[in-house]
Structure formats: C-alpha cells, structure tokens
C-alpha cells in the first residue's frame, strides 16, 4: 500500500463532557507529502489551530489516527513524543513564543540542548541560521527588545536549528503588518523550496498563494481543498480523496524504540 | 547551550523572586546554624569547666573494708591496715588503651604525724602535677619548690600555729612553710602538704603511693571506658569517676538540644513549606515556557532536571547565605546566654557542609512535586494558542 509521509485519518476532537462538549475538529481525513507546503485556512475558531497542534503530536485527538513517516504519532509514549517533535518538527508558534529570559541566540540554540551537539557547534549553527534571518547583528538582545517581525523571525530561526522536515506555522504573520508579513511567508517559501514540508494555519487568503495547496476549514471541519497558487484561484474545490499521489520518502530512520506501523 | 544554561538564566532572570524562595530556607537553615552552635559552646562550656574543676578519676587501692566515714566524721573502730600500691607501677595507667586522653596523673602518699605535738594529716604530693590538677588553689606565699618545703592547708596552718617562712620539724627532718593555702572549702584546709619523695621518707613509706588522681582532658571521651581500662592494668584497685555532676549538667544540656531539634525541625518544615508554595508558583507561572521546552521536543525528564536544577542551585546558596548568617548571628548570641561562653566551632567546615546539604536536599525535596506537576503539563494546554 502506497504511504503518504503525513497521514490524517478520520480524526476528531472534541474538548469537555456532557452539554458542554465542544466539537473542535471532525471527520479530517487528508494526506501531505513530503515537501509539500499545505496552507490550512479558516475563520477564527475553526478548529485549523486545534488540527496543527494534533498533527504536531501535542493534543491527542478523541478519535482517528496520525501518521507520520509511517509512525503512528499517538501510538508513541509520551517521551517518544517529545523525540519525535524533536526531530520532526520545528514549530513556529502564533504570538511567537520566545522564552523572555533567554536571548535571541540562546533562544535559537534552544531546541539543540537536548541533542547532544557541542557548544561551539551549537553557537555556529545558531549564528549562521540567524544571519539567514537577517538578525545577525541582534543575537544577544532579549525578545522584549525585538519587534514584531524580528521576534517572528528567531521563532522561524528556532523552528529550523534542528534541520525538522516538517514546519508547523500557526498563523506565522498573524501579528505582523502586510511587509513584514510578506518577508516572512517569502522565508517560509524558501525553506519548502529546500525540502521542508511546511503545514500553515492562516486565516489570511493572502498568505495562502505562497503554498501549493489550501485545505478549507469551518466549524470543525474540512470544507475543501484546493491547489492555491495564484493560477489555480480561479479553479474549482478538489476533493480530498483527490490529493494524494506522492511517494513517502521514509527520509529519516527514527530514534523510537517503537517500531512504527 | 545546556539544560543548566536555562536554569541560570532563569534565576538571574527572576532574582527578586528567588530570593524570596531562598529566604525560607536561609531563615531555616540560620536557625539550626544558632541552635547547633549555642548546644556545641554549652556542651564545650561545661566540658571545659570540668577539666577546670579538676580530678575526673580517682584510683585507691581496693580493700574489704567499709568505709566507716561519712559527711567527714569518722566513726572508731575503723581497721587502719593500709593498703599502698607501688610507685613504679603508676606509669602503667599511660599503657592503656585510650592513654591520648589521660591528661595528669598526681599520685599522693598519705599518713599521719605530729607536728607542735598535734596529730595531723601530711599528704606527699608532686606538686607540679598537683598544681595543674587544682589550679583553684591560691597561695599566700612562694610555690613550693625544694624537697623539705611544705604547704599547709589554712585551718592547719591555725590549729598548729604556723605562718609562711615559720620552719617545723617532722620526724626529725626540718621543713620550711613556703605558703598557706587559701581556703578551699574542701579538705585540704585542714592538711600538711610536701613533696611526694620527702613525705614518702617522712612516713616511712618510700615508694608507696596511697591513692591517685587523674584527669582526662578531653570533650566527651568516654570516662567509663578509661575507668575500666584503669581497672583492667590494677586488679588491685578501686578506680571510680567523678562523673555526677557532669551528669547533671549534660542532661540539661541534652535538654536543650531535644528542644533545639524540635525547633529545627519545624523552622526546616515551615521553610520547606514556603519552598514549595514558592515553585508551585514558579512552575504555574512558567507554564506556557513549559509548554513552549515540551513542544519542541523536551521531554519530561528534561522539563524536570531544569526544575530540580534550579532548586538544587537555590538550595545551595541558601544552604551556604544561611550557614554564614547562623554563624554570624552565633556569635553575637553565646557570649549573651552562656557565661563564659566562647563562640568556638564558628564557621566549622563540618557544619557548613551540613547546612549546604541540608539546604539542597530540602529544596530538592520541596520542589519535586512541583517538578514533576511541570513536567507533566500538557504542552498544548499549557500553550493555549497552539
């Protein structure tokens, strides 16, 4: 049976018990492959946040599975988790998440403290990621020093120290004026045209031209799909079942003990 | 960048906040700091003053007989054969085991004579170790320091009429009284005292010793068991410690520590309570950074080391800051509540040890359940937005 590096099958989410459950996700089912960059849109309150944060292994869904790289992510103990994110992933969190008392290099070096990479090595990666991003020259300022753009930027820097195929963004300009926004979607770009597959959660239609395909979101569920470049605006919805076609890369041999799936 | 790297920037980060955390523990760990150390210079106080109170052992040769004196009368009909042990076997009491302890040894020769035709006691005694044991003793007069001179106990030097510089005759030998000896209150008022080798010759008793006194110079070494290596080298004698009165002293002394414990430890238990509500706080406060260390792929024994980290890091300056303050304090405190008290041991290695130990092993303590509670949060409820 042919695999798709990330598979999401039927998974629901639901938060409370009783009259006040809430429905946050229902009935995903959709595939990415490697490389790809998936924009996932929707209104406030969609329940596209909720969908990243169960893609990145971080909130276990009420029902469904999640596989990636042939790994069933929740199949994994909670510190076969973490190694997976650590790993996999680099996340680019809304409102950036920087830690406040950490400066913008040690933030950045963040995600290497528990690899194991020695010191200097961790510095000249930080250091190169960071001229990358253009903040070379700010490395040892603290987050509250930093504007907007640039505080988006280190969470960028952070997300890719690791060298993770998969970037998870959740509305990685949300907080950004309209250039600034730009610069950063033109980074993201960049780094899916070097391989990284990148899942996005946007509520800006703007911000989906940069990726190659739009998966619609309302009231907690998939409300299509579509290729979204600029080109294929004008095109009709595209059933899910109709995505998949990519070959899995198995690109990495993970570090679980676990065997996957 | 290490895990511990996080720690310390954290604390440098919150410092208000952490002093606040330690402040319950350096309060603590100051406390038992004082406590330790007024017990110490109590105990060390009333040691010292038993080795100045003189004799600790007394050794006799053992008899059958009753004693038949009490409250100092005596009753006749008492058999006076009296038993003497030999000089030269006296060097053997530095054979024994615990012999570093023994710290003087004054042998006395003890019998009767006449002097301005009055029955007296004449005791020979050397008195260079005579005078280290009892250095209570004031004289009128010059240290004896010739065979023939001789000290006379005050109500003696009365009832027989003599003053310093007078010369009496025992036993046809001629003495000088080279001083009087204050009152003591004990018997020795009442006595003849000269040199051991001369008074030996006077009673006719040459190398004899009737009894001995000793003194271990020691903080708590164990009397008892000196006592009985003593006995073990002389089957003949009777060798019993005068030990009572330290007795009574240290059971109040030991008092006071029980209560100084019970003090301890529940200054230790409020402090390990303020820790803990404390790192509650903290790890609520930092909850989405835990969440932020989770998702980027921490796992939860590395969201736990950076906690304990920091506790262990609090704990030991707390352990260190409340050590030397305890210290400080103590200082200033013995010399008001003990008399004579001397703040020895201040600043003592061990005891900084044990407060540094103590202030990370309660910290550490403290702050596990915290720690744990952190690392267990869920990363994607302790980040919200995600």
Redesign the interface.
Known sequence: MERHFIEVHDIGKQYGSGETVVQAVSFMDFFIDDGEFLSVMGQSGSGKSTLLSIIGGLNRPTKGTVYVDTLDIYGLSSEQKADFRSEYLGIIFQSFQLVPYLTVLENVKLPMAITGIRSGDQKARALKILERVGLGDKVNRLPDQLSGGEQERVAIARAIVNDPPILLADEPTGNLDSETAEDIMGLLKSLNEEGKTVIMVTHNSDMCHYSGRTIFMKDGRMDGSRPSGWAHLQQGFIPPSAQHTVTPSARRQPKFSKPPI | ???Y??SI??L???KGKVVFLALGLVIGIATIVILLSVTQSMTRNIEERLDRFGANMVMVPRTENLSLSYGGITVGGVNYRTVEFDEARIGDIRRIKDNKNIGIIAPKVIGSTVINEKDVLLIGVDFESEFALKNWWRLDGDTPKAANDLLFGVVGAVALRVSRGDQVIIAGRTFDVAAILQRTGAPEDGVVIGDLHEIQGVLGKKGKISMVELAAFCRGCPISEIVLQIAEKFPDARVTALEQVVMAKMQSVEMFRSFSYGIAALVIFVGSLLVFVTMMGFVNERT??I????????????VMQIILLEAMIVGFVAGLVGFLAGSIVARVVIPLVIQDGTPGGILSPSLGMISVLLGVSLSLMASLYPARKASRL???AA?R??
Not at chain 2, 291 to 302: D, E, L, V, Y
């Open positions: 960048m290490k895990l790297h996080i920037s954290n440098r980060r919150r989405r950074e969440g932020i260390f989770r998702a980027i792929g921490f796992r939860q024994g590395h869920d990363p994607s980040l937005a995600l």
